[in-house]
T-cell receptor, first 110, second 111 residues
Framework: TQLLEQSPQFLSIQEGENLTVYCNSSSVFSSLQWYRQEPGEGPVLLVTVVTGGEVKKLKRLTFQFGDARKDSSLHITAAQPGDTGLYLCAGSNTGNQFYFGTGTSLTVIP | EAQVTQNPRYLITVTGKKLTVTCSQNMNHEYMSWYRQDPGLGLRQIYYSMNVEVTDKGDVPEGYKVSRKEKRNFPLILESPSPNQTSLYFC??????????FGPGTRLLVL
């Protein structure tokens, strides 16, 4: 089993603050995905990164894939209550098998 | 509307009573997969399918069976459920194997 560790596990911040979530592994992945999951729903894909060092931006969210393709980060600028949710990273080498992190539960307080 | 549907959404059963959770997608996706989500363990892949009649084991396949007779359907079968299979189950589909679309989940309790 390829383990993906996310940190922090829980995060509670005030609206308008910035935050970074980390996803680390001892394994190399050919691609890494970030999802957001809300209570009672399935995960929803935010982004896929495939190149070491790649940076992708999605409005106030910035995703980075580590140069060695073992780690990734998600940075949120000026967090809003609508950003509240469980953030999951998932790594894959084959496009068939996926290994998910345990998640970061984010609460943004208005 | 493009979607992945799962049925039932909630199920309470007893040890040893065979059950099937259905999954259907209307996006003509080749790839489909089943996951279970448990507190502290995250999402773990049970089985996946690259296309009709092609299935393979994920990380935690023990106690589960799947079939892929049609492109749109990928049922998950528990022949003899046990309490350690109590979990939240998600089905997902994808065209490329990267951008996965998840269903709403099935919450299973095995007594």
């Amino acid at each position: 089993t390829q383990l993906l560790e996310q940190s922090p596990q829980f995060l509670s911040i005030q609206e308008g603050e910035n935050l970074t979530v980390y996803c680390n592994s001892s394994s190399v992945f050919s691609s890494l995905q970030w999802y957001r999951q809300e209570p009672g729903e399935g995960p929803v894909l935010l982004v896929t990164v495939v190149t070491g060092g790649e940076v992708k931006k999605l409005k106030r969210l910035t995703f980075q894939f580590g140069d060695a393709r073992k780690d990734s980060s998600l940075h949120i600028t000026a967090a809003q209550p609508g950003d509240t949710g469980l953030y999951l990273c998932a790594g894959s080498n084959t496009g068939n098998q996926f290994y998910f992190g345990t998640g970061t539960s984010l609460t943004v307080i208005p | 509307e493009a979607q992945v549907t799962q049925n039932p959404r909630y199920l309470i059963t007893v040890t040893g009573k065979k059950l099937t959770v259905t999954c259907s997608q209307n996006m003509n996706h080749e790839y489909m997969s089943w996951y279970r989500q448990d507190p502290g363990l995250g999402l773990r892949q049970i089985y996946y399918s690259m296309n009709v009649e092609v299935t393979d084991k994920g990380d935690v396949p023990e106690g589960y069976k799947v079939s892929r007779k049609e492109k749109r359907n990928f049922p998950l079968i528990l022949e003899s459920p046990s309490p350690n299979q109590t979990s939240l189950y998600f089905c997902a589909s994808s065209k490329t194997g990267l951008a996965q679309y998840f269903g709403p989940g099935t919450r299973l309790l095995v007594l």
